[in-house]
């Protein structure tokens, strides 16, 4: 079982992805998110890139409906998905792969890097609504050079999905934990 603090990490992005507030993820909630993650500068209509943000994004629904859905209804509940990532440790693998497509589609200037500002929009994008982020990102620049590097981005991606400790700065890089 996940511990409190993943349980309330995993709340926030079910909360996140709940486009209706139905208390279910569902087909058309992973496609609300595509067209949001679609919306990025860099990720336009009939590119590569735009290509490989659906498939991601579309891809964790599902893994998501066939690994969580016990009961068959074509939806998954809180509990559903919990019990996915408690697995999700196992599966190291799957969960950085798709960092390296989220880093192309927030690196809209193709620098590289991920600036405090399309930090930001990573954010806004996941969440769905603007949030401040100022003193999150300083937390996640870990070698303090202003920016998230491809190598620093996939870091704090997994870390978010598999860690259990609060103190690792990669748990921000959705924003902040709801408490």
């Not at 792969?97 to 589609?105: I, K, S, V």
């Not at 769905?128 to 491809?150: A, K, M, P, Y």
Request: proline share 4%.
């Amino acid at each position: 079982m996940a511990s409190l603090f993943k349980q309330r990490k995993i709340r926030g992005m079910f909360a996140a992805f709940d486009v209706n507030g139905d208390g279910y993820l569902q087909r058309d909630d992973f496609e609300a998110l595509a067209v949001r993650w679609g919306r990025l500068p860099g990720v336009e209509p009939e590119t590569e890139l735009r290509a490989r943000v659906e498939a991601v994004v579309m891809g964790w629904w599902e893994e998501l409906l066939a690994a969580a859905d016990a009961d068959n209804n074509g939806k998954v509940d809180i509990d559903e998905l919990f019990a996915v990532v408690d697995r999700l440790p196992a599966m190291r693998e799957a969960v950085t792969a798709t960092a390296d497509t989220l880093f192309d589609a927030v690196d809209e200037n193709g620098d590289g890097r991920i600036s405090r500002t399309e930090h930001r929009r990573l954010i806004e994008t996941w969440h769905g609504r603007s949030i401040d982020t100022d003193e999150v990102f300083e937390l996640l620049d870990l070698d303090g050079d202003g920016h998230l590097s491809r190598p620093e981005f996939a870091t704090l991606w997994s870390q978010f999905w598999l860690s259990d400790d609060p103190a690792e700065p990669g748990n921000l890089v959705c924003g902040r934990i709801p408490d």
